[in-house]
């Protein structure tokens, strides 16, 4: 599977954003999905996951509550919708498959991390 992340942008501290994470191949479908984010010289850290039916959802404890996660497996795509932004969210986002179907905030289950887009969060 190859994945693309698009939908950023610059947006104000309290805004929102929906990112797309957009899927090539045929086991899209069967694959749960995660949303990675790397800000500038901080290692890259899961945000969410949602496994393969879109039915069953995982979050950090920092975007709980803010950011939600969705799939539409006829459109091969992955959304991250964010709201209540904050500056501390600015970073590169990036999407990868799991090699399972279930949900799961274990990064090292995840691969193929396609290219990201840049979220940036104004003060």
């Known amino acids: 599977v190859q994945l693309q992340a698009s939908g950023g942008g610059l ?19 069967s694959k749960a999905i995660a949303w990675f984010r790397q800000a500038p010289g901080k290692e890259r850290e899961i945000v969410a996951s949602i496994n393969w039916s879109g039915e069953s959802t995982s979050y950090v404890d920092s975007v709980n509550g803010r950011f939600t996660i969705s799939r539409d497996n ?14 501390e969210d600015t970073a590169v986002y990036s999407c990868a498959a799991s090699v399972f179907a279930t949900a799961s905030l274990m990064i090292g289950r995840y691969s193929g991390w396609g290219q990201g887009t840049q979220v940036t969060v104004s003060s």
Do not use: D, E, I, W
Request: proline share 3%; hydrophobic share 40%.
């Open 11 to 29: 947006v104000q501290a309290g805004g929102s954003l929906r990112l797309s994470c957009a899927a090539s191949g045929r086991t899209f479908s």
């Open 74 to 87: 006829a459109k091969n795509t992955v959304y991250l919708q964010m709201n209540m932004l904050k500056p």
